[in-house]
């Protein structure tokens, strides 16, 4: 059994995630929540000052958004779209026969409005451009939410549905990447602050095909994005606790996002990774909450 299998296992026995049946799709204990709010509550703290807008969205949006927003073009492979049963009665008894003989029921189901969330931040930007041209100083805006994506997989920090905690800055190039700077900065302190050994490195997202891989080098020449790295399931391979990304101007011109002297804004995010945090935490601290050190717990729960 190789090492990954038996964390997921160790997680199940003790309760900490819930076996769903499907890779990556799990529920969580009470303590295993517990751990997510506690250090959530360690985000407010330090990003608290800083006056950004919380908003919380559901973990699904506006199918046109998505559309716009270009994810199909980089990412199909991740997409999930929520579809549903649009018939009549005959349609109805049509779809019963077809379960009941085993055959696949899904293939008349229509898509809805309705796209699952691929990250926190992907609803936020059509609702900020909507608002007309950002205020004086930019904008810098709270986010948290379930998101999914299709990457089935053994390894418990890659689920398929997943919590992001984001904060993302709109405002001019110097804004922006000094936003970046600092969040990075704020999360190798508060990782270390937790008993967490971190390394931060450029990083790419896994642009789908052939043209997928230019774009993804571009993107690390021009170190578009940054990963914080903590070992949970490997050491060799550590796992990206958050990321800190750099849009350029791309989402500001996609979007249509303006700064109060109507240049286009450039914009940046960052993301906590909220499961991946706890089970960092449980990985390297071990599974039962009560035996984690002093320092640590301080920490999390004062
Ligand atoms: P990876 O390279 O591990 O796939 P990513 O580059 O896709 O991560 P982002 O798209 O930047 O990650 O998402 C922001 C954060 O969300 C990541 O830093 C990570 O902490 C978390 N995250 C991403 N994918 C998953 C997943 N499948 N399960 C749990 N957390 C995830
Ligand atoms: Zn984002
Ligand atoms: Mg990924």
């Not at 026995?13 to 997510?36: A, C, K, N, W």
């Not at 101007?249 to 499961?275: N, P, Q, R, Y």
């Not at 945090?277 to 999390?300: C, N, S, Y």
Request: hydrophobic share 40%; glycine share 10%.
């Amino acid at each position: 059994m190789d090492m990954q299998t038996s964390f997921l296992d160790r997680l199940f026995e003790t309760g900490l995630l819930i076996d769903t049946g499907v890779d990556g799709l799990y529920g969580r204990s009470g303590q295993f929540e517990d751990v997510i709010a506690a250090f959530e509550r360690m985000i407010d703290a330090t990003g608290g000052g800083d006056g950004a807008e919380a908003m919380r969205f559901p973990p699904g949006m506006n199918r046109a958004f998505f559309e716009t927003s270009g994810y199909m073009k980089s990412f199909p492979q991740l997409a999930g779209t929520v579809h549903s049963f649009c018939g009549n009665e005959l349609d109805h008894m049509s779809l019963l026969q077809c379960m009941e003989v085993g055959d696949d029921w899904t293939k008349g189901q229509e898509a809805t409005e309705i796209v699952l969330t691929p990250a926190a931040c992907y609803p936020l930007y059509p609702t900020i451009a909507k608002r007309g041209r950002l205020p004086k100083g930019g904008g810098l805006f709270d986010l948290q939410s379930y998101c999914f994506r299709h990457e089935p997989s053994k390894d418990p920090a890659r689920q398929q549905l997943f919590r992001m905690r984001e904060y993302v800055c709109m405002g001019t190039e110097a804004d922006v990447t000094d936003f970046r700077q600092t969040w990075m900065d704020r999360g190798v302190e508060m990782m270390k602050s937790v008993g967490l050994e971190v390394a931060i490195d450029v990083a790419n997202d896994p642009f789908f095909g052939r043209a997928g891989k230019m774009l993804a080098n571009n993107q690390r020449d021009q170190n578009l994005k940054f990963e914080l790295l903590i070992p949970i399931t490997s050491v060799s391979k550590p796992t990206a606790c958050m990321s800190f990304n750099y849009h350029q101007d791309a989402f500001g011109a996609k979007w249509g996002i303006h700064l109060d002297d109507g240049s286009v804004a450039h914009t940046a995010c960052v993301g906590f990774g909220l499961e991946r945090i706890a089970l960092a935490l449980f990985h390297t601290h071990g599974l039962d909450v009560k035996e984690w050190p002093a320092k640590v717990r301080k920490a999390l729960w004062g």
